[in-house]
């Protein structure tokens, strides 16, 4: 772990969550790519970054995205869903994620995506997203770690599900992720979850 990575780790407590040792949030294609990640080759006891072929989920691809976790200010998005985009109205391929979350919680989305790629473990949450257009939806996302080579950072590996929109916020400017947070679940994946040994 950079220790640019353990400073941020020492910098905050992660987000209290329910624990679990599979998704709890009833989501159908969350539970699929769930099983799909649970089935690829983890000799180190995450699958390989390199094992993970979207061929194999390709109904799934649309709402799918990948990000990597270059350093606590950076979290860039590599691979970005065609209906993600659409919803967005906005191509996220290259952006960094900490940019579309409020300022207020900033630091500790940077501190939870971290866990999850160094402890590691897996994350559902339910939250709301404010979209360009004003309109805000309700969108229910499992983040599952993936690893990757020695020195190179770790990445996740995002399933969302976006529901008709609930509101609309005509004050705010621009996409804003994690807006307000619902639920939130910690996922074990073997190697426990915040809150436990």
Same mark, same amino acid.
């Given at each position: 772990m950079p220790d640019s990575v353990g400073r941020l780790m020492e910098s905050c407590a992660p987000s209290p969550g329910e624990r679990a040792e599979a998704p709890l949030l009833e989501v159908r294609s969350q539970s699929a790519v769930f099983d799909y990640w649970l089935s690829l080759p983890r000799p180190t006891g995450i699958p390989d970054a390199s094992a993970f072929n979207p061929g194999a989920i390709k109904r799934y691809l649309p709402n799918l995205t990948i990000l990597s976790l270059n350093g606590p200010d950076e979290i860039a998005h590599r691979l970005v869903g065609t209906e993600v985009t659409q919803k967005l109205d906005h191509n996220l391929t290259g952006a960094n994620l900490l940019d579309f979350v409020p300022p207020e919680t900033r630091l500790q989305c940077a501190r939870d995506m971290h866990e999850m790629g160094y402890r590691p473990c897996a +994350?559902?949450?339910?939250?709301?997203? !404010?979209?360009?257009?004003?309109? @805000?939806?309700? $969108?229910?996302?499992?983040?599952? &770690?993936? !690893?990757? &080579?020695? *020195?190179?950072? &770790?990445?996740?590996?995002?399933?969302? !599900?976006?529901?008709?929109?609930?509101?609309? /916020?005509?004050?705010? !400017?621009?996409? $804003? %992720?994690?807006?307000? %947070?619902?639920?939130? @679940? +910690?996922? /074990? $994946? *073997? %190697?426990?979850v915040p809150g436990t040994p």
């Amino acid at each position: 772990m950079p220790d640019s990575v353990g400073r941020l780790m020492e910098s905050c407590a992660p987000s209290p969550g329910e624990r679990a040792e599979a998704p709890l949030l009833e989501v159908r294609s969350q539970s699929a790519v769930f099983d799909y990640w649970l089935s690829l080759p983890r000799p180190t006891g995450i699958p390989d970054a390199s094992a993970f072929n979207p061929g194999a989920i390709k109904r799934y691809l649309p709402n799918l995205t990948i990000l990597s976790l270059n350093g606590p200010d950076e979290i860039a998005h590599r691979l970005v869903g065609t209906e993600v985009t659409q919803k967005l109205d906005h191509n996220l391929t290259g952006a960094n994620l900490l940019d579309f979350v409020p300022p207020e919680t900033r630091l500790q989305c940077a501190r939870d995506m971290h866990e999850m790629g160094y402890r590691p473990c897996a +994350w559902q949450a339910c939250h709301a997203t !404010r979209y360009t257009s004003g309109l @805000v939806s309700r $969108v229910q996302t499992l983040y599952l &770690p993936l !690893r990757t &080579p020695e *020195g190179t950072p &770790p990445r996740l590996l995002g399933m969302h !599900r976006s529901e008709e929109a609930s509101g609309y /916020d005509a004050e705010g !400017r621009g996409t $804003v %992720f994690g807006a307000s %947070f619902e639920r939130m @679940v +910690w996922i /074990d $994946v *073997g %190697f426990g979850v915040p809150g436990t040994p």
